[in-house]
């Protein structure tokens, strides 16, 4: 089972064009470990904190696409 997560999670990477080596070691060592109430309360918690941090800076951030 963990090695169709690895698997899966590489190639949606692939294919969406966003591979980065730390979010593929963090993707493998969380298929690995598994999900803890820890784990998903940190990972929720950074999206919060991205997401405020967006909605503060939104007039000084410019899309460069």
């Known amino acids: ?3 169709f997560t690895i698997g899966s999670l590489i190639l949606v990477m692939a294919t969406t064009d966003t591979e980065h080596l730390r979010a593929a070691k963090i993707a493998i060592e969380m298929a690995s470990q598994g999900w803890t109430p820890e ?3 940190g990972i929720l918690g ?3 904190l991205l997401r405020v941090i967006k909605l503060v800076l939104r007039r000084h ?3 460069l696409l």
Request: charged share 15%; net charge neutral; glycine share 8%.
């Open 46 to 48: 950074a999206l919060v």
């Open 1 to 3: 089972m963990i090695t």
């Open 39 to 41: 784990v998903f309360g």
């Open 61 to 63: 951030l410019r899309d």
